[in-house]
């Protein structure tokens, strides 16, 4: 059985597809990724722009590049990897989206595919969302954030204190609500489709290793040699673009009902 045929028997025979999404998902769209040649993290230093140490020492820098990235995202568009996820999300009961990324172009997606209520977590928080460096209340994100000084980034209506991109920094707790849900569907998956990460960031990258502890299966989409050698793991290798269209759109239909 060649690699495509088993992770087509694999899904189509799956009650819970679990998908799971990396930077690698957006690279199509033109979104830079972390770790890849000339990614996010070559140019930028993780510990002055994604921790509160960070942002505690330079609220305008950690803004402004979170305002770079903002705006380069609402210009790209959900790419064909995107829009088959979708798609097979809305047309097949059981399957649900785990996202590292904090764009929005699952959503978008989703809402393109006529699917009012996705279940896609945002696992590391959002570009679109703010809340309270202190507080923690969320607050309604302007089109545009004025970065030029301290006096013009957007202040907490409760106490005042600045607000913050609600995205979760190295060394920050993921979410209760988030982590909760994710180790249910984890916990519950009889496949996991990873699609463009490099498994580098914890607790994330438990995720799909835990599908395999609950006895699982996983099927990553990647261009680059990366991951576990786990009998029960099929690497299928290529982008996002050429592979999840076909995988998914074979296996739109379960074989067994959820
Ligand atoms: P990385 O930049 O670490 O990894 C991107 C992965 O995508 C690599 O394994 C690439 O080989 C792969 N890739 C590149 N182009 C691709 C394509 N066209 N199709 C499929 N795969 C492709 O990004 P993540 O694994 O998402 O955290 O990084 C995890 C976390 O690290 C991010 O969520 C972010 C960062 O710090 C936060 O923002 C909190």
New binding site residues.
């Given amino acids: 059985m060649t690699d495509i045929d088993q992770a087509s028997d694999w899904l189509y025979n799956a009650k819970k597809v679990l998908i799971f999404t990396?930077?690698?998902?957006s690279?199509?769209s033109g979104i830079p990724?972390?770790?890849?040649q000339g990614?996010?993290?070559a140019g930028f230093s993780?510990a002055d722009l994604?921790s509160l140490t960070g942002f505690d020492k330079d609220p305008c820098q950690v803004w402004a590049w979170y305002e770079m990235r903002r705006q380069r995202v609402r210009q790209a568009e959900p790419n064909a990897?995107h829009r088959a996820v979708a798609t097979y999300a809305k047309e097949r009961p059981g399957v649900s989206v785990i996202t590292?990324?904090?764009d929005d172009l699952h959503q978008r997606a989703a809402v393109a595919a006529g699917d009012d209520d996705p279940t896609i977590i945002s696992?590391?928080?959002s570009l679109f969302r703010m809340r309270c460096r202190r507080c923690s209340l969320p607050g309604d994100m302007p089109h545009v954030i004025d970065t030029t000084s301290r006096d013009t980034l957007p202040t907490c209506r409760q106490c005042g204190k600045f607000m913050r991109p609600d995205?979760?920094?190295?060394g920050e707790a993921i979410h209760r609500k988030v982590a909760d849900d994710s180790d249910q569907l984890s916990s519950r998956a009889d496949v996991c489709l990873v699609?463009?990460?490099?498994?580098?960031?914890y607790p994330?990258a438990f995720i799909p290793k835990q599908v395999l502890a609950h006895g699982g299966h996983v099927i990553e989409?990647?261009?680059?040699p990366?991951t576990f050698a786990h009998p029960e793991v099929v690497q299928l290798r290529?982008?996002?673009?050429e592979f999840v269209p076909d995988v998914l759109r074979d296996t739109r239909y379960a074989r067994v009902a959820p």
């Fill in positions: 990396g930077a690698g998902v690279a199509e990724t972390f770790r890849d990614g996010l993290w993780a994604a990897a590292q990324n904090v696992y590391h928080g995205i979760t920094w190295f699609i463009g990460t490099s498994l580098e960031v994330a989409i990647n261009p680059e990366e290529g982008t996002a673009c």
